[in-house]
């Protein structure tokens, strides 16, 4: 199993992007993927996710409102349209799947990452 996170870049505050997270070599149709992010120095928070299936969604109260999560046509994909953008939204966003159809915030439910897409906002 492999994922591939993308689309992040640098914007100024206000501004949007939308970030894609690929999944392939999963033989299951219906799993959970999680968006999270990290800061040096802390630890790696969940942001949302999403039921493949669709149905399901789940987002961290410093995002609700701004952030909206959704399924591509292909279901292996997954985005991150990310609005209003804060400078303490700068981190590096990574994307993985859960081995539960439950849309969790938990990292420990997520088995597979990608690499990660820095987001840099500034003010």
């Known amino acids: 199993v492999q994922l591939q996170a993308s689309g992040g870049g640098s914007v100024q505050a206000g501004w949007s992007l939308r970030v894609s997270c690929t999944v392939s070599?999963?033989?299951?149709?219906?799993?959970?993927i999680g968006w999270f992010r990290q800061v040096p120095g802390k630890e790696r928070e969940a942001v949302s996710c999403?039921?493949?299936?669709?149905?399901?969604?789940w987002y961290a109260d410093s995002v609700k409102g701004r952030f909206t999560i959704s399924n591509g046509y292909a279901k292996n994909i997954a985005y991150l349209q990310m609005n209003s953008l804060k400078p303490e939204d700068t981190a590096l966003y990574y994307c993985a799947r859960a081995h539960t159809i439950v849309v969790t915030s938990m990292r420990y439910e997520y088995d597979y990452w990608g690499q990660g897409t820095l987001v840099t906002v500034s003010s």
């Open positions: 999403i039921r493949t299936s669709g149905g399901r969604i």
């Open positions: 070599g999963v033989t299951r149709d219906e799993y959970t």
